[in-house]
T-cell receptor, first 114, second 115 residues
Framework: QKEVEQDPGPLSVPEGAIVSLNCTYS??????FMWYRQYSRKGPELLMYTYSSGNKEDGRFTAQVDKSSKYISLFIRDSQPSDSATYLCAMSGDSGAGSYQLTFGKGTKLSVIP | GAGVSQSPSNKVTEKGKDVELRCDPI?????LYWYRQSLGQGLEFLIY????????KSGLPSDRFSAERTGGSVSTLTIQRTQQEDSAVYLC?????????????FGEGSWLTVV
């Protein structure tokens, strides 16, 4: 079992839809949870950063972390064609190698159709 | 510039040749990281620098790979005797302070193709 599982998609939605992206993980030491957006042939861009369990909202984006279920989600409201990209979840721990080695999911490719 | 800068952005090299990839972190960032992203794979950790020291080189795939950082700033990733399986995007990242808890910013990557 991989440490972080993420459905690769592709996921195709109409403009204006609510998008739900998620990752599951197996390492209970993970404490920091991130979502990155990566456009084609570009580097990953940090979207959301959460510590431990809970919700965080930033504009059209909401990140949720449920540590009891080892499950994290990213919701995109009122999706736009410009949201079309690959979304990567990433996690790290509190100490040791786990604190600086981000563990990534393989990414979900999202297309928002006008 | 304001972001992490990497060069070259694209490199095509012949099998067996050596390549050097350069990373300029965000000014003032003490921590620097190298990751590799292969087609269809997630990002794979290679090495972490705190200042000029690399406390963790465990992610380097083989002894053909080496990295250094000088002046607490620029870093170079060197791949000797390149192989076709080295073809990938090599991503550099930096953060303001020691992990955890500091946002990690990525560069655009160096796209390496070994033919």
């Amino acid at each position: 079992q991989k440490e972080v599982e993420q459905d690769p998609g592709p996921l195709s939605v109409p403009e204006g839809a609510i998008v739900s992206l998620n990752c599951t993980y197996s390492n209970s030491a993970f404490q920091y949870f991130m979502w990155y957006r990566q456009y084609s042939r570009k580097g990953p861009e940090l979207l959301m950063y959460t510590y431990s369990s809970g919700n965080k909202e930033d504009g059209r984006f909401t990140a949720q972390v449920d540590k009891s279920s080892k499950y994290i989600s990213l919701f995109i409201r009122d999706s736009q064609p410009s949201d079309s990209a690959t979304y990567l979840c990433a996690m790290s721990g509190d100490s040791g190698a786990g604190s600086y080695q981000l563990t990534f999911g393989k990414g979900t490719k999202l297309s928002v159709i006008p | 510039g304001a972001g992490v800068s990497q060069s070259p952005s694209n490199k095509v090299t012949e099998k067996g040749k050596d390549v050097e990839l350069r990373c300029d972190p965000i000014s003032g960032h003490t921590a620097l990281y190298w990751y590799r992203q292969s087609l269809g794979q997630g990002l794979e950790f290679l090495i972490y620098f705190q200042g000029n020291s690399a406390p963790d080189k465990s992610g380097l795939p083989s002894d053909r790979f080496s990295a250094e950082r000088t002046g607490g700033s620029v870093s170079t990733l060197t791949i000797q005797r390149t192989q076709q399986e080295d073809s990938a995007v090599y991503l550099c990242a930096s953060s303001l302070g020691s992990p955890p808890g500091n946002t990690i910013y990525f560069g655009e990557g160096s796209w390496l193709t070994v033919v």
